[in-house]
């Protein structure tokens, strides 16, 4: 007998990380020019700068199922790309080489090393390519070094070599790098440090003597053998390596990074050859001048020539160009400048093609066109004659120089990133259709509130007033040939207005259009015609024409066609060469060109018992001179398909399928669109619904068959229709209260439906204009004409500028405001800023010497922090709370700054019972001088704010001592729940101060850092323990707060949310998500005695409470959980379970209602695992088990692969099921899964 | 006899090739370091969990991982004194 879990969650990624690991530029491609490829989370990424759309594009991203910890790239001699190797947590060295034709990335070394995860002696945390491609080391953080030789074995094939080993045991390693020795023996440089001695030294003494060693190994290639070549001791806080170039003429040598200094080395140096250079400091008013600086990340940039330049970055984000004075390979010099400010990186990329993209710590990534090299600048320039080699020799004085704006570099483009998300919180404040994602991210001075919003970006090109409101809108050629549209005909109230397209758009007259009419549909006919439709005929006007740059046309013959007496058309279908117009009697008229392009009616004709809404016929396909079908949308719920190709018998308007719809249609459209079947295109017949339901169905083209229907309420008001063109492909635009894209998934090629960032609008069309290609739309009397930025990202994204580094937020809806609390660690408080330059500008006024000091800015003004982040002050705290209103004002409307090196470490909306009603108070909870390891302050508190009733401003009221900082705080019952320590109280609000109610003391083992509650119940979260059940009794006097249930396993819990009265859903440090639940009997117990003495007298069992929770279900997510919530995340959609993580990542677990459905997901994930291995070489279900088996969750981004696999693959696997599932419904079943909870 | 000495050359095998496979004389000062440096190159191993450290701490995370290695040194003290 088989049983089943009672709950099981299908695991979705909404929007994958945007943390970046690492960055490298190559030529991946083969095409000589350089693209970018990103490392983030567990996804690979290509990237493309081109200077035509001047930004990026991505050209391929995969997510290889593993934990990528580094990643490099090679090339042998003769190879004519850039071949990639990536060292993740599977324990195998993988490379891949990119395929731009089947646009994937082909696996072609796979060796394995060693045990999966990242541990402390299994390669990986390193990874080191000699510059010629002939080698890699891959090195771990203690001990291990194994290097893999790569040699060419015929025209293309690359093979590796077996690995040889070159471990020192009780070695930590920093650094790794491949020497660039041009065709000598491969060399690599390792940073490394011999704690050996100091491992049986009880005096402490050795640790103190300790050297880090700069090593370099060389690989024989003749003896196939690793040798410790040279080693030399080096700076004891060097962390970090750069290579210098090498080969003839070329020094070659490594520069090695440390605390205030970069020295260069060189194999067999002496001490006196050893060029050194100190990091130059900041000045300015609130920079402390002692504070030294490290270098996190740099670059090296060789021109042609030979000639080289490195761009290396300091922790404060400043980035500085050195060079080399190597005259015949010997250095004499090194040189450092100041270059300019770019946000702090993880990597920094040069490409040939002059940009730089920094790949940014936190917030976006930012791309830049190098403008100068940075020879211009009058910055200083300090070299290392200046400093002496000895890095403990302080006897210098040290180099400063003043930050300025950008000068050498331009900044292009910001790619939006959420990482990193330090909370979240779906609602819908704004009252839209759907609920927003509000997450505060970021950290520093680039911290940032957004809200992030389902619907395509679009690119607005021209907004223009009408004369009065617009019904429709149509643009058309004039004749077939036209590469560009010439006409738009505007439908103005019982009136229809012809513009013409030129160098701008005017008024055109004498188009023979009838102007004192609605108009229904615009067509270019036959060769060199024109068709207007409106209620009361159809005119046909021949060949418009206009002289150069005039307005006023000329054209032939207008013909008038008129339907029968007391008849009007209410709609009708039309392409090039075929006309069907539906009279208010239910009769429906065809119509096609004759030879000389003029209208011929059909003798056949359709007449309906019910009135119809609509007409609809595809274009004239390719070779034909008609296109097949006609749809006709009639009232009684149905859509009817006519032929209009003569069939067998030679009859046409003959009825071919019919479809019942849950209500009356509204509008009809049919297209080709690109999609996965064999051919690459199919023909769609596109449904609106007067209830909103937008039904799309697949039309045979032959047969006229209906099938393979999805469906989807898109909105409250009918739907209507327009045919586009979206980045070159065949989309369609549905408008209802919002308008929907339909279009195809330039890379998965699956069909999609997104909402557009846009206002809503009643009727628009496509426009092929000679400057740009867009949509042209209507919205009451605005004509607009927008275009699509990337149909890759389906989500728009608003950012408003925080102060400092957001902690948590909290949200009042009902006047849309947020509160943010902010804080920073080792920062100078806002008050000592102003302070210290008030001072200096001070000085100055005393001083006053030479007029102008500066160039323009006041000296000692604050640097705007966005970019140059806050002055540095160990031991202090920066910290604020901002209201912010992302909907009415998109701003931040207030800020109060906390004081005393306060910082707030919680934040909650609370409403007290005992204060009256409609009051609402804010509740910050705040630590002084807060240390963390060992964990340290002087005092705690929580601080109330009243809120003002619109939301916008706080006014203090009190403040009341804590023991602890309280972490979490909780509006509970019109009181507040406090946690502090251990401890869990439950406060009252008083005049002067908080009033406690009741107390449960140890409620946690460790510290209480979140609360969740439903009706009485209590879930508390330890910081290492993770949940709590409590339950509270206010029937007692004092109240009762009573421990009952916790877990058994220890979680690091940042995050939890209930799903229900006895399931939590909760996520850890550890990048795991978890649901437990009470047992059923436990949560009964919990709730029936008023007073909870039958709880009290449970004994506790094992140290803990009395009853254990049990897991529900477990998943390894590979980023940290900072926020989850169950939500609704479309508008009629079902709830999900929706959390955000902290590397940028937005994903969804949806529960599964149907037994079969999960029965058929289960089979698709093990068949996957196998048939369509994780790039990593991880094993699938142990990556998703990383800590703990995966329970209960089925990884729905390894069941999207399926949508993208060949299509063999495909078929194989869909035989493999069990239950009758074709691959078509499999991908109905997967696409419905996304479609209908996510987006 | 030969069994045991087997089984011992095959635990020493063991020992000089992974970290921290102890023995009955592993002190609890060996033992306590062995699961720090464990720890902190897990916390610097793993891409989150260091990024996570690095906001907490207001540093860049090269530095975090500066810190991290060095600590690796002697993550518990100074050994005790062998009498």
């Known amino acids: 007998m088989t049983s089943f879990s009672t709950l099981s969650l299908y695991s979705l990624t909404v929007k994958p990380p945007s943390a970046t690991q690492d960055a490298i530029s190559g030529d991946f491609i083969g095409s000589g020019k350089q693209q970018i490829l990103t490392a983030n989370g567990s996804r690979l990424t290509l990237l493309e700068v081109s200077r035509r759309q001047s930004g990026f594009q991505e050209l391929y991203s995969q997510d290889v199922f593993g934990i990528i910890r580094r990643i490099g790239k090679f090339r042998l001699a003769g190879g004519t790309k850039d071949h990639i190797v990536v060292t993740t947590d599977s324990g195998r060295l993988v490379t891949y080489e990119y395929m731009p034709d089947e646009r994937q990335f082909k696996t072609v070394h796979f060796e394995t090393f060693g045990k999966s995860g990242v541990r402390r002696v299994v390669p990986g945390e390193y990874l080191a390519v000699d510059p010629k491609g002939r080698a890699i080391m891959i090195a771990s953080t203690e001990k291990n070094k194994l290097v ?36 000598d023996n491969p060399m690599f440089a390792a940073l490394e440090l011999d704690f050996s001695s100091a491992e049986s030294d009880s005096t402490g003494e050795a640790v103190e003597e300790l050297q880090k060693e700069l090593v370099y190994y060389e690989l024989d290639l003749g003896l196939n053998h690793i040798v410790r070549k040279w080693s030399e001791p080096v700076d004891r806080t060097a962390h970090k390596l750069l290579r210098v170039p090498g080969g003839p003429n070329a020094p070659s040598g490594v520069l090695v990074c440390g605390d205030d200094n970069i020295t260069y080395h060189h194999i067999n140096n002496t001490k006196s050859q050893l060029r050194r250079l100190a990091i130059p400091r900041r000045e300015g008013s609130t920079e402390d001048p002692n504070r030294k600086r490290h270098i996190v990340t740099g670059t090296l940039y060789s021109l042609k020539g030979g000639d080289f330049f490195y761009l290396l970055q300091t922790e404060d984000g400043d980035v ?32 040939r093609a002059g940009y730089v993209y920094a790949a940014c710590e936190t917030g976006d990534r930012v791309l830049y066109e190098l403008e100068s090299l940075g020879d211009e600048s009058d910055d200083p320039v300090f070299d290392s004659s200046q400093f002496p080699t000895n890095p403990l020799d302080r006897d210098f004085a040290p180099p400063f120089f003043r930050p300025r704006e950008l000068t050498n570099l331009k900044q292009i483009e910001a790619v939006a990133s959420l990482n990193p998300v330090m909370g979240m919180e779906v609602a819908n404040p704004a009252l839209e259709d759907a609920p927003q994602i509000y997450t505060i991210n970021g950290a520093g001075g680039r911290s940032t509130f957004r809200s992030t919003r389902n619907a395509l970006e679009v690119l607005d090109l021209i907004e223009s007033p009408l004369p009065q409101n617009a019904s429709g809108v149509w643009t058309t050629r004039l004749t077939a040939e036209d590469e560009t549209d010439t006409l738009i005909v505007l439908c103005l109230h019982s009136r229809t207005l012809v513009l013409k397209i030129g160098d701008d758009v005017e008024e055109a007259s004498n188009t023979g259009f009838m102007l004192d009419t609605n108009t229904l549909g615009v067509q270019q006919f036959g060769e060199d015609c024109v068709i207007q439709i409106h209620p009361k005929g159809i005119r046909h006007i021949q060949s418009i024409q206009f002289a150069e740059g005039e307005a006023v046309a000329t054209h032939q013959e207008i013909t008038d066609w008129t339907p029968p007496a007391h008849r009007t058309i209410v709609a009708c279908a039309t392409n090039n060469r075929q006309v069907a117009i539906a009279l208010s009697s239910g009769q429906i008229l065809y119509f096609e060109c004759d030879s000389d392009g003029s209208l011929a009616m059909a003798e056949e004709e359709v007449a309906l018992d019910s009135s119809i809404n609509c007409l609809a016929m595809p274009d004239v396909p390719e070779g034909s001179v008609r296109a097949f079908f006609m749809a006709v949308g009639c009232n009684d719920h149905t859509v009817r398909i006519y032929n209009l190709s003569p069939d067998m018998e030679g009859n046409i308007l003959r009825s071919i399928s019919v479809q019942g719809l849950s209500s009356p249609p509204s509008d009809l459209t049919i297209n080709s669109m690109t999609d996965k079947s064999p051919r690459g295109y199919s023909q769609y017949l596109h449904i609106g619904l007067m209830s909103g339901v937008y039904i799309r169905s697949v039309l045979e083209e032959m047969t006229g068959e209906i099938g393979d229907t999805r469906r989807r309420f898109l909105g409250p008001e009918p739907v209507t229709f327009t045919r586009i063109a979206a980045g070159g492909e065949p989309a369609v635009i549905a408008m209802t209260s919002r308008p929907w894209l339909a279009y195809t998934h330039p890379r998965t090629s699956v069909l999609q439906l997104t909402p557009l960032n ?67 660690k080792d920062t100078m408080g806002a008050s000592s800023r102003q302070h210290l330059i008030d001072q200096a500008d001070g000085a100055m006024d005393l001083e006053h010497t030479n007029g102008d000091t500066s160039n323009g800015q006041p000296e000692g003004n604050e640097l705007p922090p966005t970019e140059f982040g806050y002055p540095k002050a160990t031991g202090q705290w920066a910290s604020c709370i901002q209201v912010v ?24 909306l609370a409403y007290f019972e005992s204060r009256g009603e409609n009051e609402y108070y804010l509740a910050v909870g705040t630590a002084k001088d807060l240390q963390f390891t060992p964990y340290k302050f002087t005092s ?37 729940l406090i946690g502090t320590g251990t401890d869990l109280a439950l406060y009252d609000c008083g005049m002067k101060s908080m009033l406690r109610k009741a107390l449960a003391p140890k409620c946690v083992p460790n510290r209480i850092v979140g609360l969740k509650t439903q009706g009485s119940r209590i879930i508390v979260s330890d910081q290492t323990e993770s949940v709590t059940y409590a339950v509270h009794k206010d029937q007692v006097h004092p109240n009762r707060i009573i421990p009952f249930a916790d877990d058994t396993v220890p979680r690091h819990t940042t995050c939890t949310e209930m799903v229900d009265y006895e399931t939590t859903v909760g996520g850890d440090k550890f990048g795991n998500i978890w649901m437990v639940r009470c047992p059923t009997k436990v949560s009964e117990a919990s709730d029936e005695s008023p007073e909870g003495l039958n709880l009290i007298q449970d004994k506790g069992f094992l140290g803990g409470t009395p009853n254990r929770v049990d897991l529900v279900a477990h998943f390894f997510a590979n980023d940290i959980p900072t926020a989850i919530q169950r939500t609704v995340l479309l508008s009629g959609g079902e709830r999900v379970v929706f959390w955000a993580g902290l590397q940028g990542t937005l994903g969804a677990l949806i529960p599964f209602t149907s037994r079969r459905q999960h029965k058929m997901f289960q089979q698709l994930e093990l068949h996957l695992r196998n048939e369509d291995k994780p790039l990593s070489g991880r094993d699938h279900l142990s990556y998703r088990s990383y800590f703990t088996p995966v329970k209960g969750v089925i990884d729905g981004d390894l069941v999207e692969r399926f949508l993208v696999l060949g299509r063999d693959k495909r078929e194989s696997i869909a035989g493999q099921i069990q239950g009758a599932w074709s691959s078509e419904m499999i991908d109905e079943a997967i696409w419905n899964m996304r479609a209908l909870y996510a987006f | 006899m030969a069994d045991k000495l087997r089984a011992q050359q095959q635990l020493e095998a063991l020992q000089s090739r992974y970290i921290g496979i102890g023995s009955s004389d592993t002190s609890k000062h060996e033992w306590t370091s062995n699961i720090a440096r464990d720890s902190l190159s897990s916390y610097l191993g793993h891409p989150p969990l260091l990024q996570y450290m690095s906001i907490g701490l207001g540093q860049s995370r090269e530095m975090t991982r500066v810190q991290m290695l060095e600590r690796m040194i002697q993550p518990s003290g100074k050994p005790p004194k062998n009498d």
């Open chain 1, 885 to 908: 209103d992302p909907i009415t004002e998109k701003a931040v409307v207030y800020t109060v700054e906390l004081k005393d090196n306060k910082s707030a470490v919680s934040v909650a």
């Open chain 1, 320 to 351: 500085f160009k050195l060079t080399v004075d190597a005259p015949k390979g010997v250095v004499l010099k090194t040189k450092i400048k100041y270059f300019d400010t770019l946000p702090l990186a993880t990597s920094i990329c040069i490409l």
């Open chain 1, 148 to 183: 893999y030789i790569l040699t060419r074995s015929g025209q293309t094939d690359i093979t590796i070599s077996s690995p040889l080993e070159a471990h020192k045991p009780q070695t930590l390693i920093f650094d790794l790098i491949g020497l660039d020795v041009g065709y």
């Open chain 1, 940 to 976: 705690a508190s929580i601080q109330i704010y009243k809120i003002s009733p619109n939301g916008r401003e706080l006014e203090f009221m009190h403040e009341t001592d804590m023991d602890d900082p309280p972490l979490a705080l909780l509006p509970f019952k019109g009181k507040l």
């Open chain 1, 758 to 824: 846009y206002i809503p609008f009643k009727s628009a069309w496509n426009f092929d204009g000679s400057a740009f290609k867009g949509v042209i739309c209507v919205s009451s009397s605005e004509l607009r004409i927008f275009t699509f930025n990337n149909l890759l990202d389906n989500t728009t994204c608003e950012s408003i500028s925080l102060r400092y580094t957001p902690r948590k937020f909290v949200g009042y809806h009902d006047q849309g405001t947020f509160f943010v609390i902010q804080s920073e």
